[in-house]
Each structure stands twice: as structure tokens, then as C-alpha cells.
DNA sequence: CTCCTCCCATAACATCTGTTACGGTAACAG
DNA sequence: CTGTTACCGTAACAGATGTTATGGGAGGAG
């Protein structure tokens, strides 16, 4: 065997440049050329890592939700508080700065992509319930006492607020600043009495 | 001038085949013989109504955004309390039968082609202003006392959470079915102070 | 009835897209 | 140093896509 290809680390390498071209030039053109040109190889190298583009749009796909996976579970571990946990965790999802605006543009690329791809449906399904069950579980550990169905209706409602916000933050960042998407988080997290009124700061 | 030709109606009906082509096969499969094909005639007739690809994608998006105002505006006047009228027009935004299940997933479609391009951007931008300042005002005519930065920040969550539950149900209308959707609306509002602890119907 | 206008289907065209096939070349074995 | 292996760049190919050009035919004007 010669000793370059380390298989793994390009296929990361070209996710990577499918995010990119996803976040900058939109699904349109998202195309293996403009991948193979974003990741400075070519076709050849593209085709040779996936058998075809599905494959590679599907581990694009999967390796987005394992990068927010392991950020959520960092920033989780690192909360001294279940309060601060719920809320870090929630804020990570919105577009306050750029990585995470562009991870919002590709999650809604994805979504568009996902309509008559039952593989890609699922991949979100899936992902989207180990989303809500994360925040499920910390909306309980703020809120032992909670009857569940209100654990969980707080918890749905946070999450589709949050996505909401991020898709808003992403696509019209002057009309929803950091700033502002923080402020509405904040906002409903009072209002569902899972911090205390007034807060601010990341 | 002969007679046939009805150019708004024929303009309005291959929008609508945009919308279906988008809502059934997504918008990678969005293309100008895929529209001809759901709106029953050739490519001819869409290129002779629309000078090209961008401009019919462009009329279909501000012809969503026509439909969708003039529900809310009817929804507005038939509600008999501030709070019915703020909670009607919400739900309306939400994926809670076939039609606005299908509208959500052309929306998706259309902030996923707005990526790259500063014409449908700025028409997201636009149409999601009015959006803010329906909802903005409604909240404020329910509680005319909040300070106007608690009534649009409350506006804000409110219409950040109406479109993550609507981009979430039509995707997976199995985890979020109408009664969860409305419940996390309800949740919401009552957690927000807007409506009286529980509610159901429509 | 005859022409004439203009609506739109048909088909052609250049370009782009996913995919496949081929071949050069770099790295290791001996 | 030489042969071998397999990585991957190059290029070809079929099909699809946006767009343009051509022509048939249906309705009004005279």
C-alpha cells in the first residue's frame, strides 16, 4: 500500500468543502465540480472517496449533526448549572456568529435537499430526535418536578423557537443580530420560567 | 389581439406548478420542464410568460408571500378578540394540514434558493419585515402596557418558534402532528402571558 | 372568405452535470 | 535501481438543463 489516502480524513475534508459550498453558493450549485473546486482537488478525487453524490451529500449530512452532537455534549459537561447547561446548549443552535450562521444555512440546505430523499429524510428524523431528547432530558433536570407532557410541549417549543431564530439570524442578520436572537431566547426561557427574568451574556 | 392569453392567471398558475414541483420533488428536481410538466403544458409557454428561470422563481416566491398575507388579513378581521386574531394568524404559519404542511416546505425551498442570490434574499427580507410587524403589532393591541421592547422581542420568539414547529412538522409529521404544534403554540402563548393557560380548537 | 396577428408547441443548441474509463506518477518492495 | 501497486488527475460520455429559434394554427379584422 502507498502511504498517502488516509480515506477517513478526505472524506471529513470534502463534508467540509460540501458545507462550504452549501453555505456560500447555495444548493443550487452545489455540484461535485464546485466540491472537488472548494476542497482544491478534482472530480477524480471526489468520485474515488464516494461512490456518487448522494453518498457523499448523506456523509456531509451525518457528519454535521455528529459536530453539533459533540458540541452540545462539550458544552453540556461544561455547565456548572442545568440552567446553563439548557441554555448554552439552546444558544449554540442559533446563528450568533459566523460558523454557526453558515451551520445554519447548510441545516436549511439540507432540509430542502431532504424533500423526496427518503435517506435524507430520515437522517434528519433521526437527528432531530436525539436533538429533542437532549433538550428534553435538560428541561427535566431544570424542572424535575414538571408533569412530562409540559417537560416535553417546553421542550418542542424551545427547539422550533431556536431553529427559527437560527434560519431568521442566517438569512437576515441585520434584522436579527446576535444580540437579538439572545434576547429571544432569553425571553422564552423566562417567560417558560427556566431562568430567572433579566439575563444576558453567552 | 386575439382572445386567449390571460397573462396574470397564466403567471399565477405556473407559480402554483412551482410550488408543487417544490413541495413534491424539491428544488434540486425544480426545473422548467418539470414545471411545464405539473402545470400541463411545454416549456414553450413558460419561457413565453417569463422572460426566464429566475424571474418565474421570483414571481411564485412573491405570490406565496400574496397568499399568505391575505389569509392572515382575513384571519385578522374574522377574529373576535386581540388574542383570538394573534393566535389565529400564527397558527396559520404552522404545518397543520396538507396545504400549510406542503406551504412550509415550499418556504424551506425558497430560503434554501435565496443562498447566492440577493433578488430572493431581498424578497425573504422584505415579506419577513411585514411578517414581524403583523406579529409585532398584534402582541402589542393583546397587551398595549408592555414596553415596546418586551412586546417585539415577544413578536420575535413568537414568529421564530411558529417557523421552526412548521419547517419541523412538514418534515417529520409523524413527531410533530397538528395536536403537538398547537400545543407547543398554546404552550407559548400562555407561557408568554398572551392567552389564558389552556386552550384548544382552531 | 381571406389575411393577419400572435399564442404557444416543437425542436434545436450550447452548456452543465453525474459518472465512467483511462493513464501518469509517486511510493514502497526487492 | 527496477517493478508493482494504487492514488487520483484528465478527459470522455450520455443525459439533463436553460434558453433560443422556428413554425403551425386558432381566432379576429376587413
Known amino acids: 500500500m502507498s502511504r498517502t489516502a488516509d480515506m477517513p480524513a ?8 460540501v458545507w462550504n459550498v452549501l453555505a456560500e453558493q447555495g444548493i443550487e450549485r452545489l455540484t461535485i465540480r464546485a466540491v472537488a473546486a472548494a476542497a482544491g482537488c478534482t472530480t477524480g478525487l471526489v468520485m474515488h472517496r464516494f461512490p456518487n453524490r ?5 456523509h456531509a449530512r451525518q457528519l454535521l449533526h455528529e459536530r453539533t452532537r459533540e458540541r452540545a455534549e462539550n458544552l453540556e ?21 459566523d460558523r454557526t450562521a453558515a451551520e445554519s444555512v447548510v441545516w436549511v440546505g439540507f432540509l430542502a435537499a431532504a424533500v423526496g430523499d427518503d435517506e435524507l429524510t430520515g437522517l434528519h428524523r433521526t437527528n432531530n430526535k436525539s436533538w429533542r431528547e437532549r433538550i428534553t432530558r435538560l428541561v427535566e433536570s431544570v424542572e424535575p418536578n ?18 427559527g431564530a437560527a434560519a431568521f439570524g442566517s ?18 426561557l423566562a417567560a417558560f420560567g ?9
Open 10 to 17: 478526505q472524506q471529513a475534508q470534502l463534508s467540509h468543502a
Open 54 to 58: 448522494r453518498a457523499l451529500l448523506l
Open 77 to 97: 459537561a461544561e455547565a456548572s448549572t442545568a440552567r446553563a447547561a439548557l441554555r448554552a446548549v439552546l444558544a449554540q443552535g442559533m446563528a450568533l456568529d
Open 146 to 163: 414538571w408533569p412530562r407532557e409540559r417537560v416535553t410541549t417546553t421542550a418542542y417549543a424551545l427547539i422550533a423557537m431556536v431553529e
Open 171 to 188: 438569512t437576515d442578520p441585520a434584522a436579527y443580530p446576535p444580540a437579538t436572537q439572545q434576547a429571544m431566547l432569553d425571553a422564552t
Open 194 to 202: 427556566l431562568i430567572r427574568p433579566a439575563t444576558s451574556a453567552t
